[in-house]
């Protein structure tokens, strides 16, 4: 007995040296996003043509362009999910110095690189272009076709010439 | 008088027992309460490498800012460090970005201002002053492959801290 009440004072000697030395730990993520591989080129404008006073213009990205008319065209190549975004200059008009002409852009995507031949399986607002899709690492290329229209009689009273805009499309990686 | 004996000797036997108790309760309280010997480790920071291209090898300095892991540190005196770092880190399809330690890639900073570099791969015994603080930071660098799949990936980095409690 007395033997067994020394093994445990020792025991109990030797328990504060483990309980004494401590242990913490904390962990943080580390990560790298790898970015892929995206080019946007443009391969036409966008043109309406010309359009007699107080008449109007339409560009159907999923349909065929009118004599005179192409459609603005972005060959874009990537290897990852991405977004793609149509910027106008103008707000959306086309100007001629102080006179403008109001536009509704639209766009839409197609595997065929015509400036006249639309190809689009739908056509949707500029700012509304659902992203483009890809198994990560797999090449793909898409060509983004922009149209629209331009109201009938959204020229009247506006003094002849060549309206312009510029449309600025950013394609962005979608992690 | 045996059985005087025997109830002495069992008499003994629990005043062993209860000394054996009592100071495995003393160093037990000792080792639990905050005596100033007690550490604690938060991490305050991920290691972030942000967006790198495919074939180029990116490193983030321990002195940087934004970028850098940090762990706080409480406690006082002594501390070991000892990381447990991945080699490479992976995405949830299953490809990997090998990641690699330089010998200063951690760093110690002091609330005073002093600081010093270390080698994370090995551990490194750092003393924790009257402050009660000291801050940890880790870089590294990722190694990317010139076809590296894009998307993101991810590691867990464990600081361990050792405390003897001298």
Redesign the interface.
Known sequence: ??R???A??L???A??VA???????????????????IAATTTSDLSFGTIPYGGGATLDVTGTAGNGQTFGVVKIDY??NVSVAVASANGGDLKNGTNSIAVTYACGYSTNPSNTTGGASSSVACNALPNLTTT??TAATSYLKIGGSIASGANTQKPFGTYTDVLTVTVS?V? | MRASTARGRAWGAVGGLATALAALAFFHTAAAQPTGETVAVFPLRNLTFGLVPPGLPTQVSPTDGSRSAVFEVRGRGAVLLVFELPDALAASAGPSVPLAFGPDHGRVAWPNGREIFFDPRTPVLVTIGPSGRAYIHLGGEVRPGPRQLPGQYNAAIVLRLLHPGT
């Not at chain 1, 962990?27 to 591989?37: H, K, L, M, R």
């Open positions: 007995m007395r067994t009440v020394w445990l004072g025991a109990a000697l328990l504060p309980l004494r030395a401590q242990t913490a730990t904390a962990t943080v993520n580390a990560s790298v996003t790898i970015a892929p591989t290897n990852a990560a690492g990686y992690p």
